[in-house]
T-cell receptor, first 114, second 112 residues
Framework: AQSVSQHNHHVILSEAASLELGCNYS??????LFWYVQYPGQHLQLLLK??????LVKGIKGFEAEFIKSKFSFNLRKPSVQWSDTAEYFC????????????FGPGTRLSVLP | EAQVTQNPRYLITVTGKKLTVTCSQN?????MSWYRQDPGLGLRQIYY???????DKGDVPEGYKVSRKEKRNFPLILESPSPNQTSLYFC???FGVGQPQHFGDGTRLSIL
């Protein structure tokens, strides 16, 4: 069965600091990878996705993620965070081709201090 | 406006009293799914549906039922709710399996 781990439970940064959130998955085949963000009191919104091609994908609000197949990783990055990035971030995996279910990581809470 | 609508948003009820949480999407999506969100566990998939009359279990289906009689609707049914089903529930839909999902605003259920 697929599983997704996110290394950090809670990350606290000051504004303008750089961000990297780790995500690792366990599945040996083709995967579709996603990062979602959940702002306080809101539903999940898609930040970015990887299906195939260039392993460095860019998403909304200046976020990007790099797929490293050999490490089964899909880390999320942002060069300079803002207070408005305070939210919970979820990595999700869907087994490619005929995979029908989604597996989410436990989430990483990001707090950005003004 | 493209959206996934869940009702109710909040519900407090008692053990054993059947309840249904409705989910409706207006994007003609084929794939729909239910998740529960619990602290420290992220989102766990309860059931999903590939299309009308096609449903399957996710990772945590025990105690839940679903149906997909129409493409736009995917209700979640708790026949005999128990306190361990107290959680935040999200419905989501997408054009197809593996595609980015659109999420509803969530339903907070408290089972006493």
């Amino acid at each position: 069965a697929q599983s997704v781990s996110q290394h950090n439970h809670h990350v606290i940064l000051s504004e303008a600091a750089s961000l990297e959130l780790g995500c690792n998955y366990s599945y040996g085949g083709t995967v579709n990878l996603f990062w979602y963000v959940q702002y306080p009191g809101q539903h999940l919104q898609l930040l970015l996705k990887y299906f195939s091609g260039d392993p460095l994908v860019k998403g909304i609000k200046g976020f990007e993620a790099e797929f490293i197949k050999s490490k089964f990783s899909f880390n999320l990055r942002k060069p300079s965070v803002q207070w408005s990035d305070t939210a919970e971030y979820f990595c999700a995996v869907n087994a490619g081709n005929y995979g029908q279910n989604f597996v989410f990581g436990p989430g990483t809470r990001l707090s950005v201090l003004p | 406006e493209a959206q996934v609508t869940q009702n109710p948003r909040y519900l407090i009820t008692v053990t054993g009293k059947k309840l249904t949480v409705t989910c409706s999407q207006n994007m003609n999506h084929e794939y729909m799914s239910w998740y529960r969100q619990d602290p420290g566990l992220g989102l766990r998939q309860i059931y999903y549906s590939m299309n009308v009359e096609v449903t399957d279990k996710g990772d945590v289906p025990e105690g839940y039922k679903v149906s997909r009689k129409e493409k736009r609707n995917f209700p979640l049914i708790l026949e005999s709710p128990s306190p361990n089903q107290t959680s935040l529930y999200f419905c989501a839909s997408s054009f197809g399996v593996g595609q980015p999902q659109h999420f509803g605003d969530g339903t907070r259920l408290s089972i006493l």
